[in-house]
């Protein structure tokens, strides 16, 4: 079936290079997401990548795509205290429905 | 620019209480609509989606349901609240390309 999976937490130090990572399993996936979620408040939408690119770069943020081996990356450059929140990793296979992963608290320490 | 709200943004209620949350988007017409729940510290579980007016899919059993009266207005009702559906509920909506776009989010706590 369809299945997100990313580590819980991951705590860097302000100014480092943060990544978080993801695996899903189904492979006719055709988008794959990231959303941000600060306390207390929805969840924003920072990029998505068709699945049949390799990498998408927006500012600060760049996305990895590793199709053979099902897994996802986001990295965030110079990491600031204000990018500490909860990151989710989604799937879409065309479908009515997104799978989420279950998010990854990311700590930035100053 | 299409926007979605949700209110209330924060509920107190009883055990056995009704519920009624309200989502609402504007600047999209024949949305897909969703409603989450995300329990303290997990991540999103889905509970029902509309693909049109009157056309709900249940995705968990439970004591709520969903409605869709209009287009764009989503409720997620319970008659008897129970201490397990407290939590952070998420309203999204889709258009054509599937993305969902989320809501602020109506925090609920049963006491």
Not at chain 1, 102 to 108: E, K, M, P
């Given at each position: 079936?369809?299945?997100?999976?990313?580590?819980?937490?991951?705590?860097?130090?302000?100014?480092?290079?943060?990544?978080?990572?993801?695996?899903?399993?189904?492979?006719?996936?055709?988008?794959?997401?990231?959303?941000?979620?600060?306390?207390?408040?929805?969840?924003?939408?920072?990029?998505?990548?068709?699945?049949?690119?390799?990498?998408?770069?927006?500012?600060?943020?760049?996305?990895?795509?590793?199709?053979?081996?099902?897994?996802?990356?986001?990295?965030?450059?110079?990491?600031?205290?204000?990018?500490?929140?909860?990151?989710?990793?989604?799937?879409?296979?065309?479908?009515?429905?997104?799978?989420?992963?279950?998010?990854?608290?990311?700590?930035?320490?100053? | 620019?299409?926007?979605?709200?949700?209110?209330?943004?924060?509920?107190?209620?009883?055990?056995?209480?009704?519920?009624?949350?309200?989502?609402?988007?504007?600047?999209?017409?024949?949305?897909?609509?969703?409603?989450?729940r995300q329990a303290?510290?997990?991540?999103?579980?889905?509970?029902?989606?509309?693909?049109?007016?009157?056309?709900?899919?249940?995705?968990?059993?439970?004591?709520?349901?969903?409605?869709?009266?209009?287009?764009?207005?989503?409720?997620?009702?319970?008659?008897?609240?129970?201490?397990?559906?407290s939590g952070f509920?998420?309203?999204?909506?889709?258009?054509?390309?599937?993305?969902?776009?989320?809501?602020?989010?109506?925090?609920?706590?049963?006491?």
């Amino acid at each position: 079936g369809e299945d997100v999976e990313q580590s819980l937490f991951l705590s860097v130090r302000e100014g480092d290079s943060s990544v978080i990572n993801c695996t899903y399993t189904d492979s006719s996936s055709t988008y794959l997401y990231w959303y941000k979620q600060e306390p207390g408040a929805g969840l924003q939408l920072l990029t998505y990548i068709f699945s049949n690119m390799d990498m998408k770069q927006d500012q600060r943020l760049t996305v990895l795509l590793n199709k053979k081996d099902k897994h996802l990356s986001l990295r965030i450059a110079d990491t600031q205290t204000g990018d500490s929140a909860i990151y989710f990793c989604a799937e879409n296979t065309g479908g009515f429905k997104t799978i989420f992963g279950a998010g990854t608290r990311l700590f930035v320490k100053a | 620019s299409q926007t979605i709200h949700q209110w209330p943004a924060t509920l107190v209620q009883p055990v056995g209480s009704p519920l009624s949350l309200e989502c609402t988007v504007e600047g999209t017409s024949n949305p897909n609509l969703y409603w989450y729940r995300q329990a303290a510290g997990r991540g999103l579980q889905l509970l029902f989606y509309s693909v049109g007016i009157g056309q709900i899919s249940s995705e968990v059993p439970q004591n709520l349901s969903a409605s869709r009266p209009q287009d764009r207005q989503f409720i997620l009702s319970s008659k008897k609240l129970l201490l397990s559906d407290s939590g952070f509920y998420l309203c999204a909506w889709t258009g054509t390309g599937g993305t969902q776009y989320f809501g602020p989010g109506t925090r609920l706590l049963v006491l």
